[in-house]
Every structure is written in structure tokens, then in C-alpha cells.
């Protein structure tokens, strides 16, 4: 598949609140996922092991009510995609609405990297 072809079955998936179907058909099996620098504990993680603990660990701590996915940005073999959540912080019980930005490299027709850029406090 090519870059644009990914990114536009990315977002109608995730549109479709469809988040497990792109990690089975878009990933590499090498992903390395990564959360804004990267350097917070479980902000850097490789592989569908680390993929599976980090989605794991967003279900317990985030109820999600809605998303929405942006149309994608494609540049070669990379696109991004602005996400935009309203979401309850289980802990806390604290709900907001928050927006990051994912970019994603494509190599061999799957998503070898996902970085994400929000800001940390709101």
C-alpha cells in the first residue's frame, strides 16, 4: 500500500472508533511508539508488546466518550493526523477535551513509527 492509501484507512478506522483494526493491518511488526519527546516512563515504546501495555494502560486510566480524526496530511512517506478527544481521566473522574498531532513514517507499505505531540498539561 502506499503512504496516502495508509493514512486514509487509518483515519475512517479510527473515525469508525475501529483502534485494534490499523495496529492488525497498518503495522509494522517492528512499531516504535512514541509520545511527545519520549522520555516519560512508557512514552517510548517497540513492538506489539509495547503497543498492547500502552493501550492497555490508556483503557484503564481514560474513558473515551468521543474522537475524531482529521483528513491526513501525506508527504512522502510520512503523513500526520490531528486526533481530538473528549475523555474522562477514570482517577480523577476529571473530563476534558484535548487535541494532539501523530505523525507517522511509512516504510514497505506499513507504519514502522508513531510520535504523538500534545501538551502535557492540558
Same mark, same amino acid.
Given at each position: 500500500? +502506499?503512504?496516502?492509501?495508509?493514512?486514509?484507512?487509518?483515519?475512517?478506522?479510527?473515525n469508525e472508533g475501529d483502534f485494534e483494526k490499523p495496529y492488525q493491518q497498518l503495522y509494522s511488526d517492528k512499531i516504535v511508539s512514541i509520545e511527545n519527546d519520549g522520555k516519560a516512563e512508557g512514552a517510548y515504546v517497540e513492538g506489539f508488546e509495547g503497543i498492547k501495555?500502552?493501550?492497555?494502560?490508556?483503557? +484503564?486510566?481514560?474513558?473515551?466518550?468521543?474522537?475524531?480524526a482529521s483528513d491526513p496530511v501525506v508527504a512522502d512517506n510520512w503523513f500526520s493526523v490531528k486526533f481530538t478527544m473528549d475523555t474522562t481521566h477514570k482517577p480523577s473522574g476529571q473530563r476534558s477535551t484535548s487535541s494532539e498531532i501523530a505523525v507517522y513514517e511509512v516504510q514497505d507499505g506499513k507504519i514502522v513509527? +508513531?510520535?504523538?505531540?500534545?501538551?502535557?498539561?492540558g
Amino acid at each position: 500500500m +502506499e503512504t496516502d492509501e495508509i493514512a486514509s484507512k487509518l483515519v475512517a478506522w479510527c473515525n469508525e472508533g475501529d483502534f485494534e483494526k490499523p495496529y492488525q493491518q497498518l503495522y509494522s511488526d517492528k512499531i516504535v511508539s512514541i509520545e511527545n519527546d519520549g522520555k516519560a516512563e512508557g512514552a517510548y515504546v517497540e513492538g506489539f508488546e509495547g503497543i498492547k501495555k500502552k493501550g492497555e494502560w490508556w483503557q +484503564e486510566n481514560f474513558e473515551v466518550h468521543s474522537s475524531k480524526a482529521s483528513d491526513p496530511v501525506v508527504a512522502d512517506n510520512w503523513f500526520s493526523v490531528k486526533f481530538t478527544m473528549d475523555t474522562t481521566h477514570k482517577p480523577s473522574g476529571q473530563r476534558s477535551t484535548s487535541s494532539e498531532i501523530a505523525v507517522y513514517e511509512v516504510q514497505d507499505g506499513k507504519i514502522v513509527k +508513531e510520535q504523538f505531540f500534545y501538551n502535557e498539561n492540558g
